[in-house]
């Protein structure tokens, strides 16, 4: 059983003017993107930069969006709430429920979009198929019977990506889904979203750690200050000059020595107060040089 919805074929996601003022504030400014189907495309930037309300307005749940977002011929800022959560799911990092439900309770939700609005009777056949599948993707079903509340911020945010997954999202939006995880964790989840991707899903998702990005993006979407800063291959974009500019950090950028996925190692510029402290801070015995199986730089990214 495939977790994909119907209707994979087309153009991908076009995202025009798309613009949030919420409070009189500006928090996205007329960002506009095309991106390509069955790709991932992380939306990076420092904190602040917008990429939570981006992503919350591509799914069509902030009511001060304006601009057009365009899937399959749709407008997903037009569609009805229902329309729209039968092409797209949002994991959001920091969901919750007071309600004493139970992990396959949630996952459930994900199944009321395709669902008659009037039904009796309990999930169908092909409902508790989709749901039992989606958690053994998201790699939950072992804990499927615990209280959602009793869950580790982690288990929660495995629980969400399967309760998205049983929505059968065409476009799958996360908000930093390795947050929570641990190492082990987090590569498995990447891992997976690669797979999705692979399979024809189109995923767009918020990541704080650059060489996340650069390994497992096939686009990079930069904001800062809730405008588009840059956008276009990982090679291209993850540049020590453009990191600099958008987190203020400077980059080497090397490779994995088993991967070869880029690697980047931050440090604060030595112009600034706080770089010199700590490169003159550093105890007796350490070296600045990285060990010899990552001192080859990536020095030309492409």
């Not at 153009?11 to 949030?20: D, K």
């Not at 007071?98 to 008659?116: C, F, K, S």
């Not at 020590?240 to 880029?262: F, K, M, Q, S």
């Not at 440090?267 to 060990?291: A, C, I, Y």
Request: proline share 7%; aromatic share 4%; hydrophobic share 40%.
């Amino acid at each position: 059983m495939g977790l994909t919805g119907e209707g994979l074929t087309g153009h991908g996601l076009a995202v025009e003017g798309l613009t949030i003022e919420l409070g009189g504030a500006p928090i996205v400014q007329g960002v506009s993107v095309s991106l390509p189907r069955g790709s991932v495309t992380g939306v990076i930037g420092p904190n602040g930069a917008g990429k939570s309300t981006f992503l919350r307005a591509l799914a069509g749940v902030v009511p001060a969006a304006s601009g057009t977002v365009r899937w399959g011929g749709h407008d997903l800022l037009r569609l009805s709430a229902r329309r729209r959560a039968r092409l797209l799911a949002l994991v959001e990092q920091n969901a919750h429920t007071a309600e004493p439900l139970t992990v396959r309770d949630v996952v459930e939700l994900g199944r009321v979009p395709h669902q008659p609005t009037f039904r009796f009777g309990g999930p169908t056949p092909d409902d508790a198929a989709r749901v039992e599948y989606a958690m053994e993707v998201a790699d939950c079903a072992r804990f499927a019977d615990r209280t959602y509340t009793t869950l580790s911020g982690g288990q929660r945010q495995r629980v969400g990506l399967a309760r998205a997954l049983a929505q059968e999202p065409e476009l799958l939006l996360l908000d930093e889904p390795t947050n929570h995880l641990d190492p082990h964790a987090q590569l498995s989840i990447l891992h997976l979203l690669r797979a999705l991707a692979d399979e024809g899903i189109t995923i767009v998702t918020a990541l704080h750690d650059l060489s996340h990005a650069g390994s497992v993006c096939d686009e990079v979407v930069v904001l800062r200050d809730g405008a588009l800063h840059a956008t276009g291959h990982p090679g291209s974009v993850l540049v020590p000059d453009t990191i600099r500019e958008v987190y203020g950090v400077d980059a080497e950028i090397l490779r994995h020595p088993r991967t070869l996925d880029p690697v980047f190692a931050l440090s604060l510029p030595e112009d600034e107060p706080d770089g010199s402290l700590r490169q003159e801070s550093r105890s007796p015995g350490r070296t600045l040089v990285p060990n010899a199986s990552t001192h080859a730089r990536w020095s030309s990214p492409t």
